[in-house]
Every structure is written in C-alpha cells, then in structure tokens.
C-alpha cells in the first residue's frame, strides 16, 4: 500500500507539521477539523479541509465515527493521529483497519496494552525491565495498606491516563485520604475511567526517555531526551540528548526501551519513559506513549530523520530504512514549549487574537508552530502556539543559541511563555544540566 491522500485528524502545530512532510514527499494532505479551526494556519496549508463537527473536542477530534466517515468520504489512504486527541485510541485505529483505510501508528492490540499503565507495567515487568514499586488501589482501604507497603511519599496515577491528569502525591494518611477521591474524579471526568493506582513517589528524579522506531520485526532506538522541566506532569522544555548521564546509564535505558519492543513487536513510533532516581543511581520504567511525541524534533536534530516520514513509511507496510548500526547522533538540541499562558499568573490561558507573531531563523534554528499575526487562539484545546527548537553541535552551544533565538522572538496580544523560557535558559541550575523535577517548582518560587 502507498499513501497518497493522508488524512490529518488533528490541529495546531502537529497538522501543520504532519502537513509539511506531506508536501515534501507529494502526498495530498487533507485537514479533518472542528468549525472552530476551519480558517487556521493548518487548514490553510492543507490540501482540502473536511469539519468533523462543533468546536467542542467530544463532537469533533474525540469522535471516531466522525474522523472514519471523513477519512472514507475524501478517499484518504491512511489517517495521521498527531498526538493527543485520539491519538493513542486502539477503537480509532481497529476502525481504520475495518474501514480499509491504514492507521499511521501501532496496532489496536499494542495501543490497548499501552493505553492502559498497570497493563503497560505487567508488559514491562515481562520483558525484564525495572518497575516503580506501586500497584492498583481499589479504594481507600486498599491504598491505604498499598502505601504502608510501599512507604510514602506516594504518587497517585490514572490507569488510563497521561499528561498528568489524575495525579496527586500523599505524604501521609490523611493526604491520601484527601487526594484520592480527586484524583480518581479527574481521571474518570479525562479519560471516563476512574480507575488509579499508586507509586512511591521519588523525591529526586528525573524524567529521561528513549525514542523508539519500529516496524512488526525490527525495533531501534534513537537515543535519549531529557523531559525534567515539568510543571504538573506537564513538560514545558526538552532537550536530546539527556545531559550528564553516564554512558553505562544511559546504555542500560537504551537497552531496556529496545526489550519492551521487542516483548510486543512493536510498530511505528514510540516514546518509553523512564524514571532515573538521583539518590539510588536506579531507574525505573514509568509508562510508553505509542504515538508521535510533542517533543520529537529534538530527536530529528540529532539523528537527521524525518519521524513522520518514518512513521509513513512503517504504515505502508514497509520494513524500516534503519539499523542500529546506522543511526549516527550528533550534537545537542533544545525545544522551548512557547504557550498562550500568563506563566506569572498560575499559568493562566489566555485565548484571543495573536496581533505579532516574529520568530527568530537562521543556522541550527527551527519553529514548529500554528499562529501569525491575526491568528485566533480557540479557549477549548490545548495552549501551545509554537515549539522553538535549536540544533548545535554540543550542549553550550545549543544554549546560546536558543538564549539568542528567544531574544529575537515576539509574540502579541496574547499572553505567552517566552519571558519564562528566556529566564529559564538563564538559571544557572538548568545551564549546568541533569536537574529534577522538582527543579521548576523551586524555579517558580524564586519569581514571586
């Protein structure tokens, strides 16, 4: 199979990047989209546009039967997820194969494994790989008693969640008996299942992942990126590959992300995601993301590899264009999450019309993004206006290239996180590399 009609069942920077490499390989990018997006930067550089429904993301990018009736009625070959949204659903993706149309992303079988965290630990746990000692917890009872064997402090997770919503931390009994019930509210109202499960939570950590390419048979890794600057479990910056890590460390990690592929032959993309704990020099396998991540182009700056093309090419039924022998990383590369946010203000959205839009170019210097001058920011998805990514040829010199690049950036009308990211780049904590993440958390502190 070849795909020549690509359906995009997402917006923003991710349509708009999916877009581009379809126009570079001469496929005919095609935009499913709620009313609220039908004159975006994305729908204007798509080939067609096709309304999936209302701006509310229930009727339109959440809506299966919506996104496989476009795809079928434009002819769409193959349907691109992006992130988010539907992304790592294992019904959108068994409803594209029913409906004969490619699914550019891992089979039902494995989206269903990962999507669900205590399913995705048991297939870390037998493949060989290191868990965060933890397990499911019923109710209060049964966490109560999961957290005096574990100890506290403890982190509380969504089973089916991610991108940190239903999680809370509990120091004592009483905090537990506090955030549980929170907690188990967000996920169901999130992902419509309230189920969690509890982790001791590592007070000193930080938050490495490995990039993982598969095709069914063969599975490769493509290094390392450190996703520590968090805030609520949401990453805010990231840079590949991890800094400070000792070769012996990071190997391990490599190593331990190439056997949970191959434990489920996986297929396409994919994100393994690891805890390193400072204080026990230990880590720990935290989840997988089997999807396309927000910060993949740090990975492309230091491996030369368009990831959607590759992506595209295992959708096609294709063996991969790589080996592990042949994969060569290069030097440093940084990505700032640039969001329509009062960062001073609790991080505060702030929808509205974007009246500047000036990015900085040049040498080792790349935007992913969806705005421009005029754009409308929409109130009812995700914040993110742009990722400002730069490339050099050691870590030093990444910093001073991104310090530079924000310099040159500017964005009006709306609040944003460029001012946040600019001081970011300055702290003298975050030049000297390898902090945790709860760095941010003091970050902030030292603002007020």
Known sequence: MIVRRLLIANRGEIAVRVIRTCRRLGITPILA?????????????????????????????????A???????????AVHPGYGFLAENPRLAAACEAAG???????????????????????????????????EADDLESARTLAAAIGY?????????????GMRHAHTDAELEQSLPRAMAEAAAAFGDGRIYLERFVTAGRHIEVQLLGDGATVIHLGTRDCSIQRRYQKLLEEAPAPGLAEDLRAGMEAAAIALGRHLGYRGLGTVEFLFDCEGGRFYFLEMNARIQVEHPVTEAICGRDLVEEQLAVAEGRRLRLSQDTVRLAGH???????????????RPSPGRVTCARFAA????????HVQADSQIPPYYDSLLAKLIVHGPDRPAALARMAGALERCE????ANTLPMHRALLAHPAFAAGGVTTGFFERFMAEQA
């Open 153 to 165: 402090p403890v982190l509380i997770k969504a089973v089916a969640g991610g991108g940190g919503r």
């Open 362 to 369: 040049g040498e080792g210097i790349r935007l992913d993004g």
């Open 333 to 347: 590369a940084i990505e700032c999450r640039l969001n329509a946010e009062d960062w001073l203000d609790g991080f």
């Open 101 to 135: 149309i490619a699914f550019v992303g891992p089979t039902p079988a494995q989206l269903a494994a990962l999507g669900d965290k205590l399913n995705a630990r048991r297939h870390a746990v037998a493949a060989g790989l290191p868990v965060v000692p933890g397990g």
């Open 67 to 77: 996104v496989v009736a476009a795809a079928v009625r434009v002819r769409a070959d």
């Open 33 to 65: 989209a709620s009313s609220a997006d039908l004159d975006s930067v994305a729908a204007r550089l798509a080939h067609e546009v096709v309304c999936l429904g209302p701006p509310r993301s229930l009727d339109s990018y959440l809506n299966i039967d």
């Open 411 to 414: 964005i009006g009308g709306v």
